[in-house]
């Protein structure tokens, strides 16, 4: 059966609403050269100083929304760096007093016994600090990412159709995804392994310097050679991970073509044409991976070899220093065990500048999406629509497309339908049907002029009471993978069996149905490929109905089912027709002669309206397009080319 569908969490309105700590916005702007979700997606967008510095500032204050897990993960880094560097001072006290008491067997038995539980006693206590900073530390950011994760989707839901036109849904989905994880190691990678290893180094050199400056100079020689190989590669592989980020983005768009469109490619046998685009996008990608696995051994080996050489200084000079008696031996452990526990930390360097700089741009894409103005939301204070009289006005409407240098697709359209009629839509293909279509739900915004239903600005009510009022039946029927009951049931998740067999025999699904094995529990696959294009478009009728919406709106949406389906389809519905405003666009007239007035468009502009008598009277472009579709195609040729002559 269907599932109820989840609520949004308190968190996702804090963070639109403002009350979560996500005040600084990203400046994005229309009027910016170029489009800005084009920008927004690029994968070098983000890489201004100011922004990148911005998201930091911000992501660390969104850190802070979780107190309790940020104070156990920074006190429990504090408690595993002071163990950290007890242990070389323990071991070379060990040594020495070891050395000491070589002589009383006892003594010194029991003297190694009680520093080894003592050095046990630290590593064990190093080890569970060190867990507790790792796992509150990852706490921390994957909750974070859990936030943030709702707060893009929800986002995404709200963005206008017009953002949607122009953007691609995996460049979203990297978004969503690879940039989000970005930000989610923030907290973990860079702010805590900056606190661990400004402490573990910055007092461990000067225990180190202030016991022996020669050997400890010595010692710490490695780390500005390794800390500058280990920043140089990070970067370096940073900047060549977004490059390799958008091959994988292109060949991840290869795939999902060619999954997309698997029955085209196998009916025009294109099945090696595909394989060839797929291996030459998977070789670029291939050949940067092998890039970048060069340039992380090469550096490796580097600092690794800087290490060993730091080490052969300190044994060589703490040796002659040991045979002059001017250290201990257990002075000379401690030297090297320190450098032994420094090695590690120091290379880390490269990740926690790498995480810094992943997460500037990363944050900056992010936050510049979430801050992307709605184009189309509701007003302050905006009102549910109320449904009276169901009367729908338009009142020289026209559109322009974003970027269509002015040019509109839809030019001073006024009309008006009453509750109980029926509006046809015809005209030549892009002449602005469905996009007149599209702003009665408020799909876009009309450049100019006023849309309205009993009276009511469509702007000044909530969208949602205004799509619950105002369904449209698309040309794409776009279905969900699950049951043929839960997509049908897809607006009203708990209606009761009755309703929804009701609607399914009003589209003239029924009977489909019940032919198959598993009825309504049958579940439709990807996309409803399992369905033929008929079958999509009665299930997609049957899912608006479910809407009881004061206006109903078929977009071209019969133009896959035969003529006497649809006929029966049409009758089945004019119970519903007698409530409601009906718009139904067609190419096919056969589709729309009964309505109670038509409209014909032509480059967004009603050239002709009246019934379907007037307008074959009229003579004009609506008769023209009837016999060219209804009369034998000789007899319409013979006429024109007599009209020629």
Not at 603 to 628: C, I, M, P
């Amino acid at each position: 059966m269907r599932a109820a569908r989840p609520n949004r969490g308190c968190l996702v309105r804090a963070l639109q609403d403002g009350t979560f700590p996500m005040t600084q916005t990203t400046d994005v702007t229309a009027g910016e050269a170029g489009d800005p979700s084009q920008r927004l997606f690029r994968r070098t967008a983000g890489t201004d100083p100011g922004q990148g510095f911005s998201a930091l500032v911000r992501i660390t204050r969104m850190t802070l929304g979780y107190p309790g897990r940020v104070a156990v993960a920074l006190v429990s880094t504090l408690f595993a760096v002071a163990a950290q560097l007890s242990i070389p001072v323990l071991f070379g006290r060990a040594v020495d007093e070891t050395l000491i008491l070589a002589g009383d067997d006892a003594a010194g038995r029991a003297s190694l016994v009680a520093i080894a539980l003592t050095l046990f006693a630290v590593s064990v206590a190093r080890g569970l600090f060190t867990m507790a900073q790792n796992y509150t530390a990852e706490s921390v950011g994957h909750a974070l990412a859990h936030d943030l994760r709702l707060a893009v989707y929800d986002k995404i839901q709200r963005l206008p159709f017009s953002f949607h036109d122009r953007t691609h849904s995996g460049d979203l989905i990297t978004v969503g995804m690879l940039d989000l994880e970005g930000v989610r190691m923030y907290f973990s990678t860079a702010l805590v392994r900056t606190v661990l290893l400004t402490l573990l180094i910055g007092i461990g050199a000067w225990m180190l310097i202030t016991t022996d400056p020669l050997l400890g100079l010595l010692a710490l020689s490695f780390v500005p050679f390794a800390a500058w190989r280990s920043s140089a590669m990070q970067l370096t592989l940073r900047r060549t991970w977004l490059v390799l980020q958008e091959r994988l983005a292109i060949l991840s768009r290869v795939m999902e073509e060619n999954l997309a469109g698997i029955r085209v490619v196998r009916a025009f046998a294109s099945s090696r044409h595909e394989l060839g685009k797929f291996d030459a996008a998977s070789a670029e990608a291939l050949a940067l991976s092998h890039d970048r696995v060069s340039i992380r051994v090469k550096n490796t080996s580097a600092m690794t070899l800087a290490f060993f050489a730091a080490m052969g200084l300190v044994l060589w000079v703490g040796g002659r220093q040991v045979a002059a008696g001017e250290i201990t031996v257990g002075t000379l452990a401690t030297f090297l065990t320190f450098m032994t526990i420094l090695q590690m930390p120091v290379r880390q360097l490269g990740l926690m500048v790498n995480a810094y700089a992943r997460a500037s741009t990363c944050g900056a894409r992010l936050f510049a999406l979430l801050d992307m103005p709605v184009e189309v939301d509701d007003k302050p204070g905006a009102r549910d629509l109320e449904v009276t009289e169901g009367t729908l006005r338009l009142d020289n409407v026209s559109f322009a497309y974003a970027g269509s240098d002015g040019r509109t697709a839809v030019t001073d359209v006024s009309l008006t339908a009453r509750r109980g009629e029926t509006i046809g839509i015809v005209g030549p293909p892009g002449s602005g049907k469905t996009t007149l279509m599209h702003l009665i739900p408020r799909y876009y915004d009309a450049t100019s002029g006023s849309i309205s239903i009993d009276g009511q600005d469509i702007r000044d009510v909530t969208l949602s009471s205004l799509r619950h009022a105002v369904a449209v039946v698309q040309q794409d029927s776009f279905l969900f993978t699950t049951t043929i009951e839960n997509n049908i049931a897809y607006g009203d998740p708990y209606a009761r069996d009755r309703r929804i067999r009701g609607v399914s025999e009003s589209a003239q699904l029924h009977d489909y149905v019940l032919g198959l094995p598993r009825g309504y529990e049958t579940v439709v696959g990807e996309r409803g490929v399992s369905l033929s294009g008929g079958q999509r478009q009665r299930l997609s009728i049957a899912r608006t109905l479910m809407l009881e919406p004061a206006v109903l709106i078929f977009d071209d949406s019969t133009a896959a089912i035969d003529a006497g389906t649809e006929s029966r389809i049409r009758s089945a519905l004019r119970g519903y027709a007698a409530d409601r405003v009906t718009l139904i666009v067609a190419h096919r007239l056969n589709s729309l002669m009964h309505a109670d007035r038509i409209l014909f468009l032509e480059e967004g502009r009603v050239v002709e309206q009246g019934t379907h008598e007037e307008l074959l009277a009229l003579g004009g472009r609506y008769k023209a397009l009837h016999d060219l579709q209804m009369r034998p195609e000789g007899d319409v040729l013979d006429e024109m080319e007599e009209a020629a002559t």
